[in-house]
């Protein structure tokens, strides 16, 4: 008689709890909020905001406060000298109306052009449309310094020098702006476009009854970019211009450093910042809302 097989043991599967999750006001999970979120975000923005406040306090300080061994970082008091010297001393309001008009007319030409240009790279039919795109997107890689002296040569040929109109001419087409509609257009429903196409409508009529009007936060993102690299640039209209009639307000600030370029001036010169910052600071602040949306719009589908 055979011996009986031996009995075969099975181990059961053994039930592996998941691991648990720190409980949200833990140590662990506060001390990583902390280190991982709220330092960084404090120390970007005390980057940013410190060199401001540093500003705005110094154009308020006498140049016994400015120009001294003991740091003194609020001024004795808040007095408005220095900002009435700033506006008298070089023609603050003939600057302040150039750089108006430069921002205004420059802004809304770009953001219009880039409209135009986007629409056409995705709704309209023609040859070569990707090449265009992808030479748009080596105009976002080339820096503009190297596009400099060329551009000098046309506007100074072309009669341009010592003119707000040369000063727009050069920085009309716009890379960033066309690209971030261009990506935004591409997301867009396409019933919507051809149901108008069916009652009859054109691509203008298509162009800003439909597409304008649903891209608001992305127009708004590109028109705040805009407007705001617009009113800060130096490098072009201080090669372009050397008459005080037609300087912006950062070139009219080169003139402000020449006749205040002694020790006495730095608070003359710091107010004179802060009076070119404070427009585009509320110009930011109204739009700056638009800024997530503009930058989010169609990242999310489904």
């Known amino acids: 008689m ?10 059961s599967p053994r039930n592996t709890a998941p691991p ?16 991982t979120g709220y330092v960084p975000l404090i120390i970007a923005t005390l ?3 410190l060199p401001l406040l540093w500003m705005l306090l110094s154009s308020f300080k006498q140049p016994g406060e400015i120009v001294t061994m003991d740091l003194k970082i609020l001024p004795g ?12 001393t070089v023609p603050f309001a003939r600057f302040f109306t150039n750089s108006l008009i430069v921002t205004v007319v420059g802004s809304s030409i770009k953001v219009i052009l880039a409209i135009l240009t986007a629409y056409a790279l995705v709704f309209v039919r023609f040859p070569y449309k990707n090449v265009i795109f992808v030479l748009i997107l080596v105009a976002l890689m ?3 310094q190297v596009s400099i002296l060329p551009n000098y040569i046309l506007i100074a040929g072309m009669g341009g020098k010592n003119t707000l109109w040369g000063i727009i001419l050069p920085g009309l087409g716009t890379a960033f702006g066309t690209f971030l509609l ?4 591409l997301t867009l429903p396409q019933s ?6 069916i009652d009859g409508a054109g691509h203008w009529r298509r162009l800003w009854q439909i597409i304008v009007p649903v891209s608001v936060p992305s127009i708004a993102t590109v028109a705040l970019v805009t407007v705001v690299s617009e009113w800060n640039d130096y490098i072009w209209p201080l090669i372009i211009t050397d008459r005080p009639e037609t300087m912006t307000l950062p070139v009219g600030l080169t003139l402000l450093q020449n006749s205040e370029g002694n020790g006495a001036g730095w608070g003359i010169l710091m107010a004179g910042a802060v009076l070119v910052i404070v427009p ?13 949306a503009g930058l989010t719009q169609g990242s999310v589908t489904g």
């Open 192 to 197: 919507i476009l051809e149901a108008a196409e």
């Open 20 to 35: 648990e999750r720190p409980r949200p006001l833990s140590a662990a999970n506060l001390l990583q909020t902390v280190a």
């Open 182 to 185: 261009r990506q935004h257009f």
């Open 2 to 11: 055979s011996a009986p097989a031996p009995a075969v043991v099975v181990d």
């Open 47 to 49: 980057v940013v905001f």
């Open 142 to 144: 080339v820096p503009a």
């Open 77 to 88: 008091s808040l007095n408005l000298e220095n900002y009435a010297t700033a506006m008298t």
């Open 280 to 292: 585009i600071l509320l110009v930011f602040a109204a739009l700056q809302r638009y800024i997530v």
